[in-house]
């Protein structure tokens, strides 16, 4: 489903990662600094590898040799920033509707229906900076969603929210992604929720990955 091979000069080091993912949710989990913001980035087209290449759907999307290097709109990607980056002067529904074509009733009713199942209908009409922390969550989530993407990128899109709140939304978010069936790259620095929502763990320690397969392992034998 993706394919990711790149190389990038940082400032302290070089980014050297290389991993697949399928219909997963994939956590990429390090420390600060540790380069995993960046490889979302350069999947989402939001920032560009020195070199490698990124294939998404057996299309390739960034190519060095080949000079390929799709803009992000055209890479069927959803990307949950870490602040959620609402916009704040439109309301939930607004947020929710942006990038989905409105002419189609199908896409408006889908859209209905994210709202219903994270629980935020009755917010329709509230400006998104007048909403809790795990509202906007919900609402972000939704409209990742609303584009039907390929591949959602979830940049420690919990952190900022409490533990109670936390654990609700895991298990949204889990039941929502099993029916969703696309791919998942999560970034966060929490073990227990790297364990909890993750297929598969990749630890990233300066630029460089190191696999770790007991998380997929615990998740089969439960
Ligand atoms: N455009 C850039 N060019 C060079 N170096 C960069 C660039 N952007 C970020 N860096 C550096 O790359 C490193 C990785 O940054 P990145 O934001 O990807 O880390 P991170 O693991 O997501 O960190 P955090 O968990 O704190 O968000 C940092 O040392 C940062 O200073």
Redesign the pocket.
């Known amino acids: 489903m993706i394919n990711v091979e790149i190389k990038?000069?940082?400032?302290?080091?070089d980014?050297d990662v290389n991993f697949d993912l399928n219909k997963e949710v994939l956590v990429?989990k390090?420390?600060?600094?540790?380069?995993?913001?960046?490889?979302?980035?350069c999947i989402a087209g939001l920032?560009k590898p020195d070199s490698g290449i990124i294939r998404i759907d057996d299309e390739i999307v960034y190519s060095s040799r080949n000079k390929i290097d799709y803009p992000a709109r055209d890479r069927n990607i959803s990307y949950v920033f870490?602040n959620f980056a609402l916009f704040p002067h439109m309301t939930v529904f607004e947020n929710i509707l942006f990038g989905v074509d409105k002419r189609k009733r199908e896409d408006l009713d889908y859209v209905r229906k994210l709202m219903d199942i994270f629980g935020i209908s009755h917010l329709k009409d509230r400006k998104s900076n007048c909403i809790s922390g795990g509202e906007k969550q919900r609402t972000a989530l939704a409209r990742a969603l609303a584009t039907k993407p390929h591949i959602l990128l979830m940049?420690?899109p919990f952190s900022s929210l409490d533990v109670k709140i936390k654990s609700t939304l895991y298990d949204e978010f889990l039941e929502l992604k099993n029916s969703l069936d696309i791919g998942v790259i999560l970034?966060t620095?929490d073990p227990h929720e790297a364990k909890v929502l993750g297929d598969r763990i990749v630890n990233?320690k300066e630029?460089s990955c190191i696999y770790d397969i007991s998380a997929r392992k615990s998740r089969l034998v439960k």
């Open positions: 990038k000069n940082l400032f302290y080091f980014l990429l390090g420390p600060s600094g540790s380069g995993k913001t960046t490889v979302l980035n920032d870490q940049d420690e970034v620095h990233i630029g």
